[in-house]
């Protein structure tokens, strides 16, 4: 059969490859054509790549406005070459924004839609709830809070566990030691605290610059920041000029791996770290009015993905529009080695696994896809 994928950032071209994988093994027979990134090109090759992330990926709504045309363009660009290949499912990964207005062109011009990773509409614009029945034909998840959710909304959503769990699998095998690690990066012994600013050049512009404020007060350790490859260096670099913070590039991983800590930007990095047994503060820098809307706009408690899977506050949230480093430096400092918020978290974190599933959620996943498109054409 023939499957047209669609991703729009890093996160989306992780679980998209995972995915093709466990289609290949459901259906051998299996032809690709997506937009994703490098993994997925891996999988499906280069030449059914039609457009990367780099080239789609705006994050904010001042980004997105100022790119208004261009998206425009790319969703004609997509319907289109979407039209002449004439898969046998559309699926559609994560990347709401452009995605749920695909699923709508999709649904009025008979193309069968699955959503992979369902927008996260129990946390904002719920109004999309309605979008989804009519629109897609399937929709699967991978949290299991939102089975109940979804439940409610009058949908049948499919849950086979969390493919970040294949992902960590696949990898923490490969993870080098620290001193390899500090060896390869030119890094000296201190205790190393990983930095995960954000994968978009608006993230780092906004949680960067905090980060490197709260690495000079802990002098005792080595600040990492694991950035992206395909943002450049100089962007980091104009944050990290005053700081003694180093960078690695596409090792987030391999620098959690070997982290006492880390300070990470709200995201799908959050659940991985956790998952990782690293204890985390949640920092994110936004608009002082997105501050202070965020109880009105926000429909859950909680913004990490930790905190909304345990469905209580594991690791702290901080979210503010200023740089003032006072609460991020207290709770850092709780959970370094002998803060006396570490062992809890990390007894959290244990339980947070078992509550995700095991591994093989990308197959899973596959397999149920396969399994409703044969018993389609039958």
Known sequence: ??????????????????????????DPEAQFRFWGGDQMAQ????????????????FGIVQVLKNLGTIRRQMEE????????????????????????????AKEHGVRTFYYIAPKVWAWREWRVKSIRKYMDELFIIFPFEKEY?????????????????????????????????????????????LLAGSRKGEIQDNLPLMALLSKEFPSHQFVVAGVKWLDRSLYET??????????????????????????????????????????VVVYRT?????????????VD?????????????????????????????????????????????ADFAELRAIIGDKGASDRFAARMVELLKNDKR
Request: net charge negative.
């Open 239 to 280: 944050y990290m000029a005053d700081s003694d913070i180093r960078y690695v590039a596409d090792e987030t991983y391999e620098t959690l791996s070997v982290a006492e800590a880390a300070v990470v930007t709200s995201g799908t990095a959050t659940l991985e770290t956790a998952l990782m047994g690293i204890p985390e």
């Open 43 to 58: 999988v499906g090759g280069e030449q059914n790549l039609a457009k990367h992330y780099r080239e789609t990926s705006f």
């Open 78 to 105: 997509c319907q289109a070459d979407v039209e002449r290949y004439a898969p046998d499912v559309l699926i559609l990964i994560d990347y709401p924004g452009f995605n749920m207005k695909m699923a709508r062109w």
């Open 1 to 26: 059969m023939k499957y047209y994928l669609i991703a729009g950032e890093p996160s989306g071209d992780l679980h998209g490859s995972n995915l093709m994988r466990g289609l290949l093994k459901a």
């Open 150 to 194: 979804f439940s409610q909304k009058g949908l049948r959503p499919i849950f086979c566990g969390n493919p970040l769990v294949d992902a960590l699998d696949k990898r923490l095998p490969e993870m080098p030691s620290g001193e390899e690690f500090r060896r390869r990066h030119g890094l000296d012994e201190r205790p190393i605290i990983a």
């Open 302 to 346: 909680w913004v990490s993905l930790v905190n909304l899977n345990l469905r209580r506050e594991a690791v702290a949230e901080i979210i503010q529009s200023d740089l003032d480093i006072t609460r991020a430096e207290k709770e850092l400092r709780a959970i370094l080695p002998g803060g006396e918020k570490r062992e809890k978290m990390l």
């Open 287 to 299: 608009l002082w009015f997105q501050v202070l809307l965020q109880p009105y706009v926000l429909s």
